[in-house]
């Protein structure tokens, strides 16, 4: 099998760090989905297979074990190959490679004798000062062999209570290589997700917090108060989905939870924890991988190395102050399938809110005195839709929000000179044009029209709205209504056809807009308009193609043309 080419370009930045500094343990950050396991065993290949050396894996669940044992068979012979976990109920000792359950060698690194290179998976566990299981192990391997060396595999390089795990001073010391979840979406490598919050919110005020952690018992208690809303929203809101992943907050939280949905949705739903009888587990999470069953609710027991591609809905029923918890709970839903197009986040523990989109978190050290920033997302009040939090215009519905309140900042934005200032311009407009605007990274997102004013005078500016013919719900509603106040003809059914209207003089001429900004914030935004009192009432279509060809000749400005606004969220 051969490497994508994030994981072949993973694989040789972790050879260059090694052979660059003997002092290097490296570590590659590839999302969740997105295939460690073949990484790892084309490492092992080249270690076990042309070095000659021995490879111990590490794993902290017997799933991961299965899944790196699995793989590996593939690429060595079966006599090379062992698995140490007294879960699986297999003890080797002398092969040359050997995928070990954490729990079951921590205090056995002698009898394991001496390795080449220990690779750790979900390589965030090992903790940055001393103690714990992994600590205690990679020590006492560099006694047997002071020259073996670590390799971190993660997708969430960072702890709750260190931050970045990759320090001097740490087991692993840099890391080596980087893939965004943006980009193997983009590449279709990584399943497109959305988000919507609860229409009811829990009250998460007060609740106590022991090792930057919320307590869970009061967690719960608070999500407990809107089982009831959440349910009956989730099961409206997936009603067309398959497979759907619910996290909760405690095993009673969980049990309500599922006794719930079963009412409501007349299906069977699942249930999974740390107590459920191994055998047990398995039929369920099989069935659940087979979509026999709809619904699964677990309690912390399928974070990581869990495998279920077909999962197209998640559902957060709790609050964490995890980074990297919330990571992996959303990145169950990241893997691709052929039985899905995207999949939903259902988040009812304001968890986005708290932390961003998973590709665009920031994990700040933590030092004493710090006060918590801006949350980096918001929710639009129309929709539920979870966006970052510099949007002016929510991108599912259209919602434009207020401008933040004014704060003082140390240095001037570019419309005032205070942070959250509005400033408001009018310009007289000289001419308006139409183009069908596509997501690049998002082409499968409805096109929107981005129409485009320019404004008169001797530095001409352009000023860039979009109109949402092709969405549905709120969009579609403002389109219509922004239709009919600069037309008398029918309202276009999709984007391309009011592009084409719009350029034949289905709509009246645009005198002036006003124009807002708001310091600290992006983009701008188009608040009012004087518009022609005579609506067109009839088109001439020919005329428009014509129009369209004159202007590709005359500016070089097509439907493929971007103009550098890709990041605008429609």
């Known amino acids: 099998m051969e490497l994508r080419y994030y994981q072949a370009a993973a694989k ?74 007294a879960g699986l109920n297999r003890r080797d000792t002398d092969k040359q490679v050997i995928c070990a359950g954490i729990q079951s060698v921590y205090k056995r690194a002698g009898e394991l004798g001496a390795f080449s290179c220990i690779i750790v998976d979900e390589a965030h566990l090992i903790p940055a000062h001393d103690g714990g299981m992994y600590r205690t192990f990679i020590e006492s391997a560099r006694v047997v062999n002071p020259r073996v060396r670590v390799i971190g595999l993660t997708a969430t390089p960072y702890r709750m209570d260190c931050g970045w795990i990759c320090d001097d001073d740490n087991i692993l010391t840099s890391i080596a290589y980087e893939v965004g979840v ?145 990571y992996q709970m959303v990145g169950r839903g990241l893997r691709v399938d052929e039985s899905k197009d995207d999949c939903i986040i259902l988040d009812y523990g304001e968890n986005t809110i708290r932390h961003g989109a998973i590709d665009m978190m920031e994990i700040k050290e933590k030092k004493k005195g710090d006060e918590p920033g801006e949350a980096p997302a918001k929710e639009c009040p129309e929709c539920q839709a979870v966006v970052f939090a510099g949007v002016a215009r929510c991108p599912e519905c259209g919602f434009e929000f207020p401008p933040p309140e004014v704060k003082h900042k140390s240095k001037a934005g570019k419309a005032g000179v205070l942070s959250g200032e509005v400033t408001t311009t009018e310009h007289t407009i000289e001419r308006t044009r139409y183009y069908i605007h596509e997501k690049r990274n998002n082409p499968d997102a409805p096109k929107t029209m981005r129409v485009e004013y320019e404004a008169a005078g001797l530095y001409s500016t352009i000023h860039k709205e979009w109109v949402c013919f092709s969405h549905e719900g709120f969009a579609r509603q403002r389109a219509e209504n922004w239709w009919r106040d600069r037309s008398n003809l029918p309202v276009p059914k999709t984007t391309e056809e009011a592009v084409r209207l719009a350029d034949a003089g289905a709509l009246a001429k645009t005198n002036k807009i006003i124009w807002r900004e708001v310091s600290g914030e992006k983009y701008g935004s188009i608040i009012g308009w004087d518009i022609d009192d005579e609506k067109p009432c009839a088109v001439d279509c020919a005329e428009a193609d014509r129009i369209a060809q004159e202007d590709a000749a005359e500016w070089g400005v097509g439907e493929d043309d971007w103009w550098g606004d890709d990041d605008v969220p429609f």
């Open 12 to 85: 040789e930045a972790i050879y260059n760090a090694l052979e660059s500094d003997e002092s290097c343990n490296p570590c590659a950050v590839l999302p969740t989905g997105s295939g460690k396991t073949p990484l790892l065993s084309k490492i092992c290949q080249d270690v076990a297979g042309k070095w000659g050396g021995r490879v111990l894996v590490l794993a902290h669940v017997k799933e991961l074990l299965e899944q790196a044992a699995e793989k590996l068979q593939h690429f060595l012979p079966d006599n090379m190959v062992g698995i140490y976990s």
């Open 182 to 326: 943006r980009e193997l979406i983009a590449r279709g490598y990584l399943c497109h997700i959305k988000t919507r919050a609860g229409k009811e919110h829990p009250d998460l005020a007060g609740i106590p917090i022991r090792g930057g952690e919320y307590i869970v018992p009061k967690m719960a208690e608070r999500m407990s108060d809107i089982v009831e809303s959440a349910c009956v929203e989730i099961v409206e809101l997936t009603r067309d989905r398959h497979s759907v992943l619910i996290f909760a907050s405690s095993l009673e939280h969980g049990r309500k939870i599922q006794e719930r949905i079963a009412q409501l949705s007349c299906v069977e739903v699942g249930f999974v924890c740390g107590d459920t009888p191994a055998a047990e587990r398995a039929e369920l999470l099989a069935r659940f991988k087979r979509s026999d069953i709809k619904f699964i609710v677990n309690m912390n027991v399928l974070t990581t190395g869990f495998d279920a591609p077909n999962v197209d809905a998640v559902v957060l029923m709790r609050a964490t102050l995890s980074p990297g918890l919330y």
